[in-house]
Each structure stands twice: as structure tokens, then as C-alpha cells.
């Protein structure tokens, strides 16, 4: 069943064919509006979908999006997407009055836009990193727009982040390094340090974890910011190696376990510094510079999520990261070639 909206003064009429979700523009007139939804579900009740308009308007799309993203975001970070869609609009009307839709977002468009957004001075003037936390966040919204239909293919592809020099980007750990703490963790019966490079749980949340916390069928673990406050919880995913190392964990311990999935000594609450301690003692085995922390784990883990392709927001969200501005010490790790970047 679709549905006529009004946004400003005019009204808009929005259904859903082919399994994706359509916009079209009716005009000021709401009865107008109803007449023309009520003859588009006629015809694609009769099969006539060619008739059906794929395109969307920007503003629209972008009010859409932002619907979604705040279903799926935290607060703070849906507000920066909605910020950063709102610098992208006034560039187009100021610039590009021309491209009223989704559809005429290209490449090169971007590439202006890019460009632009460096030239400008006074309140309109930024730094590369902001520059670049602005493209990674409409590199989202462009995702929506493949989801739902309204693009066939990202337009930021191949545009080019601008480098950055970095205060306090973390040092990541060396494949080198990875490799030797990975070997030196199994010979000292440590799991965690695996599991934590395939989460990237804090470790205060790795002490919390308890059996019933991981959801067998829905591949994620259930982790609260902070164990016992009330936080809200958020459901971390499940590789495939993660999964198969909790289910080696639990056959070894005869059933479905109870109690903490990596327990430490006699306490009933283990503390995260026990995990520090232990991190400290395999970094010095493996002679690993003392400028790595158990925090590295947790870098490593973000950086091959970017890597592979997920988007910042999306690891801000698995990392319990709630604004995705903080997520930029991970920007070091993006492809410089948008086109390698894509949604997971």
C-alpha cells in the first residue's frame, strides 16, 4: 500500500515495486496526489511497471535516508550524516541547480564537489580530515540509494580521499607482529586475544561476555558499553572464525558453558585489566614495542573491517562507537581509492 506525503509545498506519493522502494512528485495538489498513487498501484497490479519512474528527487532521497539512518545509527552520528547531506544540497543548489536527482549524481559530480568543498574559505573552509569524514558519510547515504533502487552504483567510486597528517592515529600492528602475537597467544592458551581481533570488544566488555550473551542462530554476540549500568545493548556480528572459536571454547568445556566465556582466576566478575596484564606478558614475549597496547587488538580489528569494505559508520556501530567522528583515527586504514570501498 503506498502512501502521499507532503514535504514543504508539495506532495509526493510513494509505493513500492520490484521489492524496492519509489518517489515520484504530485504536484500541490493533495487529491491530485491520491488520484495519481491510486492509478500507479492499478498498473502495478496489472503488471505495467514500465510505467513506474525509477528516479527520485535528491530531497527526498536525502529525507528517506536520513529516516533510515536514524533507525540504524546512534543519535550522533545519524546527525552528522544529516549535516554532511545538508553541505551536499547547498553545493548542488548553489552550484549545480541543474541536478534535481538522484540519478544525475555521477562521478564527476562528486569530483566538483570534492574539489569545491577544498577551495572554500571562511565558515565553508575545513580541514582534510573533516573533508574526508563528510565523503565517507555521503558514501553511506549513496549505499541507501543502491539498496533502495535509486542508483545502480556508488558515485564517490574512485574519488579520492585527501591524505591526512595524523596527531593521534593509533600505530597498527604489522603483519609481522600479528602474526608472532597470534602464535605466541595460542601456545599460551589465550583465545581471547584471537577472539578479540576478530570482535573488537573492549576489554572490559571481553571480561562481561557470558554464554548466554551469544546468539547461536543470529551469529552476534550481545554487548552492553557498560556491563551492569543499564547501557544500551548492541549486537556485535559473528565471523565465521569467531564462531568457530567459541564453538571449540564450549566443546572443550563439555556443553554449552555457563558463567563467563573467558573466565579469569577465582573472581566472579573478572576485571579487563586482567586481560592487560596478560596482553603485556605475550607482547614482551613476542618482543613486541611497548607503544602496543591491548587497544591494538581492537585497532587491528577495525582497520581489516575497512579494508574489506565496511563502511566507517557501519564499524563505528560494531566497535560501540557512537559518534563516527571518532571513528576517523581509523580513516589512515580506508582505501585511498574509493572504488575498492563497499558496503558489507
Known sequence: MGLVKKIGNEYYVEFEARGLKYHQKAGSDAAEARRLLAAIEAKIAAGELQAVSRDVDIDIFFQECLEFCRSRFSVKTADRIASAARHFMSYLNGSRPDITKVSQITPAVMEQYRRAFRRGTGVNRNSAGRRNLTLLLLFEAFEYAIKTGALNDNPLFHVRLETVVARSYPRFLSPSELSRLFSSSRDADCPW??????????????????????????????????????????????????????????????????????????????????FSLEFSELRNRCNISQDISISSLRHAFAADCLRQGISLPRVCQILGINDVAKGMIYASQVPVERGQLRQS
Open 193 to 274: 586475544v584471537e577472539f578479540m581481533l576478530l570482535s573488537g570488544l573492549r576489554p572490559r566488555e571481553l571480561a562481561g561476555m557470558h554464554w548466554d550473551m551469544v546468539d547461536w542462530d543470529g551469529n552476534t554476540v550481545s554487548v552492553a558499553a557498560h556491563p551492569g549500568q543499564g547501557s544500551t545493548v548492541r549486537q556485535v556480528p559473528l565471523s565465521a572464525a569467531a564462531r568457530e572459536l567459541l564453538e571449540k571454547l564450549r566443546q572443550c568445556r563439555k556443553g554449552e558453558g555457563q558463567g563467563h566465556v573467558f573466565p579469569r582466576g577465582k573472581k566472579s566478575v573478572p576485571d579487563g585489566k586482567i
